[in-house]
């Protein structure tokens, strides 16, 4: 099947710095999105992006759609401690209509 | 408010005791799906419905079971529940978009519901 590697798995920052992390396919998507997740919680929509070359913002966050559609990266700007949780993202491609996940990216941020 | 709702939140079980978790939704949506997320693994896909009557298995459905007898409701049924499958479960939902990626794509989750079958 389809597969997502994310990248990094964690990341610890100092409040105030900026973030980045990565998805990467051997298989062309559709749609990318971005979810994160709190603990005890499910996963929230942050940004879906549905063209190759797409490139979104909703508040300190950026994500953009990769032009050969295998990749897409998500940004987090000026980091504060309400950004905790977990990041994943997911791809919708093919004719079946599933949404594959990766793995997630767990950030903490230290005030 | 709009939401998804799964019951129960926690469940602790025995192999082989048949259990259902339930998941309805308020929002009048077409699409739900059910995800198990573990450790390093991230959410997979266990069974989706793309209306009333319609389901499809998704990338572990063995060992699973779904029906879609009301628009609202998607139940997860474990048959014969096994210490594999002991995971924290999540219910979906997503509608009223134009385009079948933009339904599946601003799916709802619920809360999640921890199971532990020893």
């Known amino acids: 099947g389809q597969q997502l590697n994310q990248s990094p798995q964690s990341m610890f920052i100092q409040e105030g710095e900026d973030v980045s992390m990565n998805c990467t396919s051997s298989s062309i998507f559709n749609t990318w999105l971005w979810y994160k997740q709190e603990p005890g919680e499910g996963p929230v929509l942050l940004i879906a992006?549905?063209?190759?070359?797409e490139l979104t913002s909703n508040g300190r966050l950026t994500a953009q759609f990769g032009i050969t559609r295998k990749d897409s990266f998500l940004n987090i700007s000026a980091s504060i401690p309400s950004d905790v949780g977990i990041y994943f993202c997911?791809?919708?491609?093919?004719?079946?209509?599933?949404?594959?996940f990766g793995k997630g990216t767990l950030l903490t941020v230290n005030p | 408010e709009a939401q998804v709702t799964q019951n129960p939140r926690y469940l602790i079980t025995v192999t082989g005791k048949k259990l259902t978790v339930t998941c309805s939704q308020n929002m009048n949506h077409e699409y739900m799906s059910w995800y198990r997320q573990d450790p390093g693994l991230g959410l997979r896909q266990i069974y989706y419905s793309m209306n009333v009557e319609v389901t499809d298995k998704g990338d572990v459905p063995e060992g699973y079971k779904v029906s879609r007898k009301e628009k609202r409701n998607f139940p997860l049924i474990l048959e014969s529940p096994s210490p594999n499958q002991t995971s924290l479960y999540f219910c979906?939902?997503?509608?009223?978009?134009?385009?079948?990626?933009?339904?599946?794509?601003?799916?709802?989750f619920g809360p999640g519901t921890r199971l532990t079958v020893l």
């Open positions: 979906a939902s997503s509608g009223g978009s134009v385009t079948l990626s933009e339904i599946i794509s601003t799916q709802y």
């Open positions: 997911a791809g919708l491609g093919g004719s079946n209509y599933k949404l594959t």
């Open positions: 992006l549905y063209k190759a070359g």
